[in-house]
């Protein structure tokens, strides 16, 4: 019943990429809908975000986050890009939350720090608040993101040389 374990099992299936059980993946749910995981603080999950990003691929570590649920809970302004569609001009993935987690993972490839990882995570928020009669276009997603950027640092008590 420790909700700090459901991130840390997620970050270890990711460091080994492995399948998260069935049952397990019961037990998590069950802890999401039951609220366990609004218990945790923000500095822990911060912590537990800061290492899951930091694995060589944080683009599988986000994806059991949310296929789980726990995106919704911990980084719901992340989760908000999925069905958020792109111009496939410049976007072939179309969807803002697939096109967040390749850039997450290119950073990753490239060996950038946690720093930049997260900033590349952040960069598109914006996109979730762009009307329906404007898509697929995103026009100054960049500065709309910028109070969920702010929400998010806040909410998850980013350090200060992470917010720079």
Known sequence: DDPLRVLRAIRFAARFEFRIHDSL??????????????????????????????????????????????????????????????VEKYHPEICTGQHTFMAVQKAADKGLNFDARFAVMCHDLGKALTPDKELPSHKNHEEHGLQLVADLCERLKVTKDTRM
């Not at 218990?39 to 994806?63: A, C, D, I, W």
């Not at 296929?67 to 069905?83: A, T």
């Open 25 to 86: 993946k019961g037990v998590i749910r069950g802890m999401i809908k039951r609220g366990a995981l609004k218990h945790l603080t923000p500095e822990r999950v911060f912590k537990e975000l800061q290492l899951g990003l930091m694995l060589p691929n944080p683009s599988y570590y986000l994806k059991l986050m949310r296929d789980l649920g726990v995106m919704k809970v911990i980084l719901p302004e992340v989760y908000n890009l999925f069905g958020v569609p792109q």
